[in-house]
């Protein structure tokens, strides 16, 4: 069923970009539990399984019904596009107890017998308790399945976003929906999100919108549009299909010649834009030499840079991609 978003012109004056590493936390805990998002994350859970299967993730997964309600409190919205895992679960940890039992009551309408189960009935009987424990949940899965693969995540996040927003410039904002997925269409000053649960239709009024790239999130597009979310469309990423796998390509031969081997792999790795942190953690080389070859590539005109937050990203220029596009 679709959803649409009304728009004005205010509402496109505050439109942005976002990442969350706690939305990520919690959508890696429902992917364990959904068959269809294995295809791309196979790797990582054939990496986190048995780290895994140590916590206790059913109060988790009670209130995560398929096609229902899913609980606000446990992923509220950005703070920011810098935000920590320490920030967003701070926000957790200080939800009104009496707004978590109402959003765990309508998530648990939604799952079967989930009201009168024995853990349902825990979690409402004292929801100031049960915020406390899901936070300590969602802590513990952060550190267990998605921080140790946190850098290579965001890069990937903020690969998309940096590439997201040259699109918004080059081709504006309805065929830069189009692009991020097709569940996405613009007519008439409207957002339709189609595949969604329910035909329902929501004025912005000067909200604006957050688009936010998820890697767990695939094969769904998924929104949230009640306080305290901003209304927000949540996508899959860019490149998920190529995250958990080195590319096999080999750097050319001759381009390796000309620029050296080091040099040439860094500018072959930069399919998508990427920081030094990211380049030197998939080609195992020293930050610092990653640095060095991003300035030389980018002096000689091969790469540009781009600040987005904390860090620099690099893409090869049209020059750069023809070099690196060679045949090894």
Same mark, same amino acid.
């Given at each position: 069923?679709? @959803?649409?978003?009304?728009? #004005?012109?205010?509402?496109? &004056?505050?439109?942005? /970009? ?9 959508? !890696? ?15 990582? +859970? ?15 997964? =009670? ?9 606000? /409190? ?10 920590? @895992? ?28 989930? +009201? ?34 946190? $850098? ?15 699109? =918004?410039?080059?081709?504006? /904002?309805?065929?830069?929906? %189009?692009?991020?997925?097709?569940? &996405? ?13 329910? #035909? ?7 909200? %604006? &919108? ?5 890697? /767990?999130?695939? $094969? ?7 306080? $305290? ?6 996508? $899959? ?15 050319? #031969?001759? =381009?390796?010649?000309?620029? %050296? ?9 930069? %399919? ?6 990211? &380049? ?18 980018? !002096? ?29």
């Amino acid at each position: 069923m679709p @959803f649409h978003l009304h728009f #004005d012109e205010s509402d496109l &004056l505050r439109c942005r /970009f976002a990442l969350s590493p706690l939305w990520e936390t919690q959508e !890696a805990v429902r992917t364990l539990r959904r068959p269809a998002r294995h295809g791309y994350h196979l790797p990582w +859970l054939r990496q986190t399984a048995a780290a895994a299967s140590g916590l206790d993730l059913a109060p988790l997964w =009670l209130l995560m019904p398929d096609g229902g309600h899913n609980p606000d /409190f446990i992923c509220p919205p950005p703070l920011g596009p810098l935000a920590t @895992f320490p920030e967003e679960i701070a926000a957790v940890r200080a939800t009104d107890p009496e707004a978590a039992r109402g959003d765990m009551a309508l998530a648990l309408a939604d799952r079967p017998g989930g +009201l009168r189960s024995p853990a349902g009935r825990r979690l409402l009987a004292d929801p100031a308790r049960a915020v406390q424990e899901l936070a300590d949940l969602l802590e513990r899965a952060w550190h267990v399945m998605v921080e140790p693969h946190w $850098p290579r995540l965001r890069a990937l996040l903020e690969a998309d976003i940096a590439f997201h927003s040259r699109r =918004l410039a080059e081709v504006g /904002f309805e065929r830069l929906l %189009g692009e991020i997925s097709p569940q &996405l269409r613009w007519a008439d000053s409207t957002l339709t999100v189609s595949g969604t649960r329910g #035909d329902h239709s929501r004025v912005l009024g000067g909200q %604006g &919108l957050v688009l936010m790239p998820s890697v /767990f999130v695939w $094969p769904e597009v998924v929104g949230g549009y009640e306080p $305290p979310w901003q209304p927000a469309v949540i996508y $899959p990423a860019r490149g998920i299909g190529g995250l958990w796998t080195e590319s096999a390509r080999r750097t050319p #031969d001759a =381009l390796a010649r000309l620029l %050296g081997r080091a040099r040439a792999d860094v500018l072959c790795a930069l %399919g998508e834009p990427a920081g030094t942190s990211a &380049l030197a953690h998939r080609l195992s080389l020293a930050p610092s030499s990653v640095s060095a070859h991003l300035s030389a590539l980018r !002096a000689a005109g091969l790469l540009t840079s781009r600040r987005y937050g904390h860090q620099v990203l690099y893409e090869r220029t049209p020059l750069g991609i023809a070099l690196a596009a060679q045949e090894p």
